[in-house]
């Protein structure tokens, strides 16, 4: 997480990428949930924001 930000939708990313089984800790478990939430959030607000700026481009 060195070479990114860790205010970026690519660091949950890279989280989410990591290995989690049920050996692992319950702080991962816990960060890989955060993450999850984090990236799907942050890729359904910005659909909707693409979304919206063409529907108010087309209005005027």
Do not use: P
């Amino acid at each position: 997480m060195n070479k990114i930000g860790v205010h970026s939708l690519r660091a949950a990313e890279e989280f989410l990428l990591g290995d989690i089984n049920e050996n692992s800790s319950k702080l991962e478990k816990y960060c890989f949930q955060i993450a999850f939430v984090i990236f799907v959030v942050g890729h359904v607000l910005g659909l909707l924001c693409t979304n919206c700026c063409r529907s108010c481009a087309a209005a005027l």
